[in-house]
């Protein structure tokens, strides 16, 4: 799905490749993370910050050796606040 909207964002063109990579990123994280799209979002319903923070990220390195790759990074995402939880 990610290589089509890719795909067609380069043989239609866009406005902006900042707005196409943003829904993108988006759908690819809650797809990942196999979690609804309230579980990583903020919802205007909620009063506190009951969605995926920064808090809840993190990112290893696990070889530091140059040259540095993506291949040799992991992330690990605590979602807090899935459906009953909030």
Not at 25 to 49: E, H, N, T, W
Request: proline share 3%; net charge positive; glycine share 6%.
């Amino acid at each position: 799905m990610s290589q089509v909207w890719l795909q067609r964002a380069l043989d239609e063109g866009c406005f902006s490749w900042d707005h196409v990579l943003l829904k993108l990123l988006g759908v690819i994280l809650q797809a990942s993370c196999a979690a609804r799209a309230g579980d990583i979002a903020r919802s205007p319903f909620y009063k506190g910050m009951e969605c995926l923070c920064w808090k809840h990220v993190q990112m290893t390195l696990t070889d530091r050796r140059p040259p540095l790759s993506v291949q040799n990074m992991t992330l690990k995402l605590s979602l807090d606040y899935t459906k009953g939880h909030k």
